[in-house]
């Protein structure tokens, strides 16, 4: 992107919290890091230590614009935002261009990251070498923290295959993967199942061996132009062992244009699959229109209720909205619209919905066109706004910053992902400086924390003690005591996390007096590792029970 507006000029971001429905949260910026330039970020996520993963894909340019090497990106950045790895598998060049593309990384809560993705060609990643049978065929892998890759399986066919969406399965003892396929399923080179531009839902073993799947057709002999196809997005598991999709669907007609024809319309989807993947419900979200539309991400909160978000472009600006859909029907229960701007990414702590994006622009060919600023905003469980911090720049500069992606860590601290489009960028008391990538102007990467002193926050002074804590027994089959011992009295907070770092039971007292002992059931949740957080005073303790 060229920017001709004062390139030489410095670009500063103030922040400032409101306090909604007086209801104080106090979040503030805490740093502010450099990420790889020419970057595009799929994801970010946090593991046990509060370590933040950024993931996606990246492309670095000459000085003439030309494409130097391509592929995808996985960084490790510490609690403090020092750059711990950057692997990078470059798999492009000027003169031999095939494609590596991760678009989900999911963490099982010890060791151990999976994704999956696309490729095209014949790769060679770690000394894993994989061949595409068609343009591109669809894959899955595991890897360690330190970003090498273990194993990857492989699925195509003759034309266009992908993995989207990935979660694990149940007791976290598997991996169920959303995707597509256009004609044949060819795992590792073994033909399984024949379909027609069909959604792809599969469960692979740890070890990466095909178990089970699904391919879902829609409406197969419809090819409307639109590149909808059928797809699957996303996937996330619920507690009953079900799954929520995000799909894409072919459809008998377009729903913006009036006609007579019967029938599911082409677009968005969310759907609730029974774990042997039939399907229990779907619902419409939005399909294409003349200036598009999309949905997503789909995120599910600790009370099993799937949020999706889903825009339609209009002439200038576009519609937003988040959607929370009833998990036993898909009616819509609640819905935040946006005509001014747009959300990012969402992220559901516990049932606290965080999200991030453009606010409060104004979209015209005229000299009062404003970009608006960048916020994150906080609504509870009720999905009332609580807070908002935003992120405000001069205006009629241009789209001069982007927040992508948000996610949390166990302990209350919010990271946001973006880009930027001049020389410096200021987020609190840190300063960015870009890249000149190419002759098309400035480009940077940022990594931004923000520390949220609420009840499930904690402070700098807070220390750790792991002797306060005993939880027996330990593997449990459903139930197990909490035994813990304060040496400070006042407020409690304790919570109990999933691997993917989602409050699945909370318990909170003002008046706690030194002494808990509790028994706790999680008959509900799937087998697999959970973490249990307690905060009290200046004590703070962290410790896994294992539900087998």
Request: glycine fraction near 10%; include cysteine.
């Amino acid at each position: 992107m060229k920017i001709s507006l004062f390139l030489s000029s410095l670009l500063f971001f103030t922040s400032f919290f409101v306090d909604v429905n007086g209801i104080a949260q106090s979040m503030r910026t805490d740093w502010a890091v450099k990420d790889s330039s020419n970057n595009y970020p799929m994801g970010l996520l946090c593991d046990k230590d509060s370590n933040i993963y950024c993931y996606g894909n990246y492309s670095e340019y000459d000085i003439g614009g030309d494409l130097n090497s391509a592929g995808a990106f996985f960084e490790k950045f510490s609690t403090q935002g020092k750059l711990i790895l950057m692997k990078k598998w470059p798999v492009a060049s000027p003169s031999n261009q095939p494609s590596f593309t991760i678009q989900k990384i999911i963490y099982d809560g010890s060791s151990y990251f999976y994704f999956t993705g696309f490729f095209s060609k014949s790769c060679t990643v770690d000394g894993i070498s994989i061949s595409c049978k068609g343009n591109k065929d669809g894959m899955i892998g595991k890897m360690n923290s330190n970003g090498t890759i273990l194993w990857i399986t492989t699925f195509g066919s003759n034309h266009d295959e992908a993995g989207y969406g990935l979660c694990f399965g149940p007791s976290n003892n598997s991996l169920i993967l959303a995707g597509s396929t256009t004609d044949s399923l060819v795992v590792n080179n073994v033909f399984i199942d024949k379909g027609q531009q069909s959604m792809l839902i599969a469960q692979f073993s740890l070890s990466g061996a095909l178990q089970n799947h699904k391919l879902y057709d829609f409406f197969p002999q419809r090819d409307s132009g639109t590149d909808l196809g059928n797809v699957g997005r996303e996937i996330y598991s619920e507690p009953s062992g079900g799954y929520f999709v995000l799909a894409d669907h072919q459809g008998s007609h377009l729903p913006t244009y009036p006609d007579s024809i019967k029938g599911t319309p082409e677009g968005s989807y969310v759907m609730k699959l029974h774990p042997a993947f039939d399907t229990l419900w779907t619902k419409y979200i939005i399909g294409p229109s003349d200036y598009g539309s999309g949905a997503g991400p789909l995120k599910i909160s600790a009370a099993g209720d799937p949020y999706v978000v889903s825009a339609m472009a209009l002439k200038y600006g576009a519609m937003n909205y988040i959607q929370r859909l009833d998990q036993n029907n898909g009616m819509i229960t609640w819905s935040e619209t946006h005509n001014d701007g747009g959300f990012s990414d969402i992220f559901l702590d516990g049932n606290i919905l965080f999200t991030c994006g453009t606010d409060s622009a104004t979209y015209c060919p005229c000299q009062n066109a404003d970009y608006g600023y960048q916020d994150v905003k906080t609504f509870d469980q009720n999905n009332i706004m609580t807070g908002i911090i935003k992120f405000d720049g001069p205006a009629n500069v241009g789209r001069p910053i982007f927040f992508q992606k948000i996610t949390r860590d166990g302990y209350g601290n919010t990271f946001v992902t973006g880009n930027f489009y001049f020389q410096y960028l200021v987020l609190g008391t840190d300063t960015i400086q870009a890249d000149t990538t190419n002759n098309n102007g400035y480009y940077g990467n940022f990594l931004l924390k923000l520390s949220n002193n609420t009840t499930t926050g904690i402070s700098p002074s807070i220390t750790e003690n792991d002797n306060l804590l005993a939880i027996f027994p330990n593997p449990s089959n459903n139930a197990f005591t909490i035994n813990y011992s304060g040496s400070t009295q006042g407020k409690f907070n304790l919570d109990i996390r999933n691997t993917l770092g989602e409050i699945i039971y909370s318990e909170n007292k003002a008046d706690f007096s030194g002494k808990y002992v509790s028994t706790i059931n999680l008959t509900r949740q799937p087998k697999g590792i959970y973490f249990i957080n307690i905060i009290s005073g200046g004590e703070r303790v962290v410790k896994k029970i294992v539900l087998d």
